[in-house]
């Protein structure tokens, strides 16, 4: 939760994270994480023993409890403290990418993907947390096709492979929560890669 009371990150979307590692690691070699929150990802993302993991996160706080709890001493990782915009310049190419930052905007996540083509290995795999329009569902489909339509104009095709999370949001998962910021049965994991490779 935030100060708000905002949900930012909830223990539901584990089995998520863990089909989102497991997605972005079929390539192993590198993999590259925007945005650490209760590090879920990057705990499935170690299981699969990635040669080397990225993890980019911009909060104090955040970065504080990574440090705190030996995400910096694992040989395997690199942490780059920041905000991914801030801190291009030192990211390399990946195997596997996954984006997931809490308070930004479809905008931002637009302006991640035109850097793809050049953080992305030929044959690497994209994921993102597809929250979009979580709480309705004709405009999460409306997004869904949008958000493909401009990962394809960038050379990228979209798999989305849907889970049914209704079981395990429960009335109870939401009490003291301000923003219900999921209210869907199924999520729709999205698999991204080069259109070439996909074919
Ligand atoms: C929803 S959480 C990520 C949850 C994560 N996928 C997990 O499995 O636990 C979002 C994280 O992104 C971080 N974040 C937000 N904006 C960012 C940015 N521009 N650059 C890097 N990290 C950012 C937040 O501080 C937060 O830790």
């Known amino acids: 939760m935030d100060a708000d009371s905002k949900a930012v990150m909830m223990a539901w979307e584990k089995p998520l994270m863990e089909a989102h590692a497991k997605a972005v690691c079929l390539g192993g070699g590198h993999v590259l ?3 650490f929150g ?10 699969y023993s990635p040669v080397k993991h990225t993890i980019v996160e911009a909060h104090p706080d955040v970065y504080e409890r990574m440090i705190r709890t030996g995400w910096g001493q694992k040989e395997n990782v690199k942490i780059v403290f920041g905000r991914w915009q801030d801190v ?40 993102f947390f597809n929250g979009l329009c979580g709480s309705n569902a004709f405009f999460h489909v409306v997004y869904c096709h949008l958000v493909s339509l401009e990962l394809e104009n960038l050379g990228y095709s979209t798999q989305l492979i849907p889970l049914p999370v209704k079981d395990c949001l429960g009335e109870q998962v939401w009490e ?3 923003h219900r910021y999921w209210q869907l049965d199924t ?6 890669q080069s259109a070439e490779d996909s074919e």
């Open 33 to 35: 994480n925007i945005g």
């Open 38 to 47: 209760m590090g879920l990802v990057d705990t499935a993302i170690q299981q």
């Open 88 to 127: 291009l310049s030192q990211l390399e190419t990946y195997d596997g990418i996954f984006f997931d930052t809490y308070g930004e905007y479809y905008e931002d996540l637009r302006e991640f993907h035109q850097h793809l083509p050049v953080l992305l290995k030929p044959g690497g795999i994209y994921s």
């Open 176 to 178: 003291g929560v301000k």
């Open 187 to 192: 999520y729709y994991l999205p698999v991204c």
